[in-house]
């Protein structure tokens, strides 16, 4: 088994606009969902949410607010999943919450040092 | 209480006493000697009151008893070392400890043994055989009927147990600050372990079941007396025992088969355990950190509240979806998948169930026949006759069959 990170991205600014039905509809979904993997033993580390505030260090001592000024897509979350093959995290994505609201996952494996 | 009935049940509750204070004070490499002064103590009470009747009070005569014995033993011990060896000092030997068994050092001692004896260096199940005859008092033969096992299998498991506590030189101690939290949480694991045996337990002895139950419970209960033990898991462990052991005599019939849930008489559920469990699970509340027994303790909670509503089955997978982030077991996937037929429907269910490779479990194929009824009563079926070639007990095999019945009443 090993190790994939799912990075999930969206355009999160109309999430501040959602009512409480829509907000408890959502914590619903990805639960359900990240419970299915779990329930398949195939969780390693459940993640956190990324606050939206962020700064960028670039060299010569330029700080922006953010890597995202020119798009809208930014990174809101992260988890770590077990599967045997990239294929098969592919797999796991499906049905991750994020894609019903034009968001996508990426998938990377992580090499240990 | 009965004269006859007294021994037994002193033997219970003061044998686990005496052999955790003598052996706190002989070091934990003299167990044996510990058990085998309180055993003799024990003998010495069965002769002693069958022929002048019972003492005052049968307690306190039998830790005066403990004493004398206790301190003959370190006596004979003190000459011995003395003819033995030379260096030892005469100021050393010349005073011998006494036996203290005050309420106070009965537990504190209790306490520091639950520690030892649920050491990480011992296996898991060596560490339930342990603390059932060391801190419950159990014999050797009610911990084999508990486990399903030998006499001799039991004796071979508490030997090497000893002997491996021995070799890594445990001390009978308080564990240092800093290791709590660690050694804590295998206390707790444990704990949680001989409750499960108890609760879940084949074995049809009844009381020796409910017994169990109780002396895991009062094990954690213990562990809320000291400021540093008594934290929001301990709490929770607590509450989910309490919620648990609630429905104790509403799950089994009078020839000890299982009564499902869904079967049980309500009138026989413990109204006292579910309120001592609200109030513990309100205790554990305390606190940031949610650990898998707070998880649990909430799906025992709802599991008290017989109406089904969508807001039980919500709350219920809910919690079953944590108690998976926190910690991976089929039971509880299968369980999982049980709660998400009943808030989110079979179909979902379905799906959910097909990608949990546990096709060598019997509970799984039950879970599948459960989720096919009514949906394809076909696939419902076989997935129960799966169940069915897969079950060990009589016991599951008679669900099974029951389950199978009421599937073809229904075609």
Known sequence: ?113 | MEEKELLPHLFRTEYSKITAVLCKLLGFEHLDIAEDIASETFLSASELWGLKGLPENPAAWLYTVAKNKAKNHLKHRAVFQQKVSVQLSQAATSELPELDLSARNIKDSQLQMMFAVCHPAISLESQIGLALRVLCGFGIEEIADAFLTSKDTINKRLLRAKERLREENIAIAFPATGEIPNRLEAVLRTLYLLFNEGYFSASHDHSLRKDLCLEAMRLTFLLTEYEATNTPAVNALIALMSFQASRFEARTDASGDTILYDDQDTGLWDNDLVQQGEYFLNLASKGTVASKYHYEAGIAYWHTIKADTPEKWENILQLYNLLLTVEYSPVAALNRTYALSRANGKEAALQEAKKLSLNDHYQYHLLLGELYAGVDNRAARSSLEKAMALSHSAADKKIITQKIQQLTETD
């Open chain 1, 1 to 113: 088994m090993k190790n994939f990170l799912f990075l999930y991205r969206s355009d999160f600014s109309s999430a501040a606009q959602r009512s409480p039905e829509e907000m408890q509809n959502n914590t619903k979904m990805w639960m359900d969902w990240i419970g299915g993997i779990a329930a398949q033993n195939k969780l390693a580390d459940r993640g956190n949410r990324l606050e939206q505030a962020g700064k960028v260090v670039r060299p010569n001592n330029v700080v922006t607010d953010g890597p995202f000024t020119e798009i809208k897509e930014t990174l809101g979350g992260y988890t770590v999943i077990q599967a045997s093959s990239l294929e098969e995290a592919a797999e796991l994505a499906q049905g991750c919450p994020i894609l019903a609201f034009g968001g996508n996952v990426e998938i990377r494996e992580i090499s240990v040092l």
